[in-house]
């Protein structure tokens, strides 16, 4: 079985969250597709500009967003998904949206979007996990 120490979590947690710095992050209605490389599915709700950088330094293997997520929706619907996109506009990762806190899970302000208003990412950690 393949064992990491926290060293190598930190390290593998910190690239994993620079490739997201001064990326875009989509929020979508609907259920997330079966994979990043599908095509997005739903309504389009907002496009948030992610902050460089995107996360904080990693801690036991674990990284959270940093500084101020949020824009104005275009849409009006409850958030179901959110995709990723890197700056490059190369490597995307999918996650699912919430209003309840949930590790790997993307939490906002509402799911419940109305057009005009403004949604907020209130939290988000990415686990890096030993094994």
């Keep these: 079985m393949l064992r990491k120490n926290t060293a190598l ?11 997201w710095d001064a990326g875009t992050l989509e929020i979508y209605t609907g259920t997330q597709p079966a994979d990043p490389n599908s095509a997005a599915s739903g309504t389009l709700l ?9 996360f ?17 929706s275009v849409a009006t619907g409850v958030a179901g998904w959110a995709r990723f996109i890197s700056a490059a506009t190369t490597e995307t990762f999918d996650v699912a949206v919430t209003e309840d806190p949930d590790v790997n ?5 509402s799911v419940d979007i109305t057009i005009g208003n403004t949604v907020t990412v209130v939290s988000l950690t990415i686990t890096c996990p030993e094994s």
């Design 9 to 19: 979590r930190n390290i593998q947690a910190d690239a994993l969250g620079a490739v």
């Design 46 to 54: 907002v496009t948030i500009t992610i902050p460089n950088p995107a």
């Design 56 to 72: 904080g330094a990693a801690a036991s293997g674990v990284i959270s967003k940093s500084g101020t997520w949020q824009a104005t």
């Design 105 to 109: 899970s993307l939490l906002i302000n």
